[in-house]
């Protein structure tokens, strides 16, 4: 299914990339990063949900916040799998994906990045446009579902 898990702190130094952005790292922050990592794909409810296993001091406010900050450093990214809330995954540099979303029963796979190549070179080629596959969802229905109308 080609899901990686980026562990925090694993290749790039995400405590000195805060700390150099003028963010302090905080109990909160380093609790959000670990529960989109843990999760690997989710909504901000479900991260707090998550967080609030080890911590009753943080609340929605606080997640959304702080998965911004993250987002705006590079350690996580969302994507919009369904029509509910951005869903964010941690950011593997080494393992950069996206998502193939099935209609019918929600499943969400991730795909290595290298298989859109063929596209997004035929997108920077033709249009002169650099595609972010770390935002791409793909619809359609999985291997596991009846085709639609079918």
């Known amino acids: 299914m080609g899901e990686h898990a980026h562990e925090p702190g694993a290749g ?4 000195s990339r805060l700390r150099a952005q003028g963010y302090r790292l905080t109990p909160q922050r380093e609790l959000i990063l670990q529960a989109v990592t843990t999760l690997r794909h989710a909504t901000p409810d479900e991260v707090l ?7 009753s001091a943080v609340n929605l406010s606080t997640v959304y916040r702080t998965l911004e900050v993250l987002e705006g450093l590079g350690l996580v990214r969302h994507a919009h799998l369904s029509d509910r809330a951005p869903t964010f995954h941690a950011v ?9 979303v ?4 929600g499943r969400v796979s991730s795909v290595d990045a290298t298989e859109a190549a063929g596209l997004t070179d035929r997108l920077r080629e033709r249009h002169g446009f650099v595609a972010d596959t770390g935002h791409l969802a793909v619809f359609g229905t999985c291997v596991e579902c009846p085709p639609p109308g079918g």
Request: hydrophobic share 20%.
């Open 92 to 100: 593997d540099p080494d393992h950069e994906h996206f998502h193939l």
């Open 12 to 15: 790039d130094d995400w405590r």
């Open 49 to 55: 949900a998550e967080v609030r296993r080890s911590s």
């Open 102 to 105: 099935c209609r019918n029963c």
